[in-house]
């Protein structure tokens, strides 16, 4: 398998929502912490809540989700549903729930 290219400015704001927002400061890592893996229980819950079967998958990723490493305290999720181009069906639901759509 071809490594992917990264994206170029332009298909980032494709599909980025709202104003794109520079993060140029300083990185901060912590020592690894399991409480990330209950934050993770959570976020999955509630989106189980929210979405019932049209949630065909809900997957913890991203340096979080590595037992052992540092990361940076952000909890990383993809939600995978039928359609995600079909947005009305699920990201409102999320939204009332507290989730902000960031990316497409």
């Known amino acids: 398998m071809q490594p992917r290219k990264p994206m170029t400015n ?3 704001e494709a599909v980025t929502v709202g ?3 520079a993060l140029n400061g300083p990185v901060e890592l912590h020592p690894y ?3 990330w ?3 993770y229980g959570k976020i999955a ?3 189980g809540e929210q979405l019932g079967a ?3 998958a809900v997957y913890h990723v991203g340096s979080t989700a590595v037992p052992g490493i540092p990361a940076k305290p952000i909890v990383d999720v993809v939600l995978v549903v039928t359609d995600a181009s079909a947005e009305a069906a699920y990201v409102p639901p999320l939204e009332r729930a507290g989730f ?3 990316i497409r």
């Open 10 to 12: 332009a298909e980032v």
């Open 19 to 21: 104003e794109r927002v």
């Open 33 to 35: 912490s399991q409480a």
């Open 37 to 39: 893996v209950q934050r």
């Open 45 to 47: 819950r509630v989106i």
């Open 54 to 56: 049209a949630a065909l």
């Open 100 to 102: 902000e759509l960031y």
